[in-house]
């Protein structure tokens, strides 16, 4: 079956401009999470969704980042103003509902340029 | 402490030789163990978790775990070049939603 697909790939931005980053997780899969990768660094985590609502958002930076998952499946990561620190890999991974130990299998990611 | 350190490497090891790579963890509440792979410009692949102490092999790649020591640590026998990658070690800590990331060990095998 299809994997986590996320679009666009990649995006170059530049400094204060408003972008968003789309995930469509596996069929079936009710939990989704957005993580940020830099550079020699493993991922971070941003936010979790579990359906359709935000179950744990501790891990956004600040209010110029937000998410929505309006249906419970497809979700959009919005960051407004961008500022070249948030140039990194995006990566989406979603899970299984009922997944005993958390396993979780991440998209091809979206490289974001803040230039 | 960070909650999941790993050597950066790089570890090089031999085409056919057996490749360890480590990783603690500081939470004691941690539940279960996961390693990604990742390859240079792609995202993590799962290989392997295991959540109880001993070992988890599956084909060429033997998880081991010890809870005591908050260690856990993955070997790949019989290396190949096309195991080079970087190998991330994450952690599911109970009552946190998330995987906690190591910053992953590259390795290198060479022909």
């Known amino acids: 079956g299809a994997g986590v697909s996320q679009t666009p790939s990649n995006k170059v931005t530049e400094k204060g401009k408003y972008v968003e980053l789309r995930c469509d997780p596996i069929?079936?899969?009710?939990?989704l999470y957005w993580y940020r990768q830099s550079l020699g660094q493993g991922p971070e985590f941003l936010i979790y969704?579990?359906?359709?609502?935000?179950?744990?958002d501790s891990g956004l930076p600040n209010d110029r980042f937000f998410a929505v998952r309006p249906e419970g499946s497809v979700s959009t990561l919005k960051i407004q103003r961008t500022e070249r620190g948030d140039s990194a890999v995006y990566l989406c991974?979603?899970?299984?509902?009922?997944?005993?130990?958390?396993?979780?299998?991440f998209g091809p990611g979206t490289r974001l340029t803040v230039l | 402490q960070k909650e999941v350190e790993q050597n950066s490497g790089p570890l090089s090891v031999p085409e056919g030789a057996i490749a360890s790579l480590n990783c603690t963890y500081s939470?004691?509440?941690?539940?279960?163990f996961f390693w990604y792979r990742q390859y240079s410009g792609k995202s993590p692949e799962l290989i392997m978790f295991?959540?109880?102490?001993g070992d988890k092999e599956d084909g060429r790649f033997t998880a081991q775990l010890n809870k005591a020591s908050q260690y856990v640590s993955l070997l790949i026998r019989d290396s190949q070049p096309s195991d080079s990658a970087t190998y991330l070690c994450?952690?599911?800590?109970?009552?946190?939603?998330?995987?906690?990331f190591g910053k992953g060990t590259m390795l290198l095998v060479s022909p």
């Open positions: 295991i959540y109880s102490n």
């Open positions: 969704f579990q359906g359709t609502g935000a179950a744990d």
């Open positions: 991974a979603s899970r299984i509902k009922g997944a005993p130990y958390n396993e979780q299998f």
């Open positions: 069929s079936g899969h009710t939990a």
């Open positions: 939470d004691r509440g941690s539940q279960s």
């Open positions: 994450a952690v599911y800590r109970s009552g946190y939603s998330t995987l906690t």
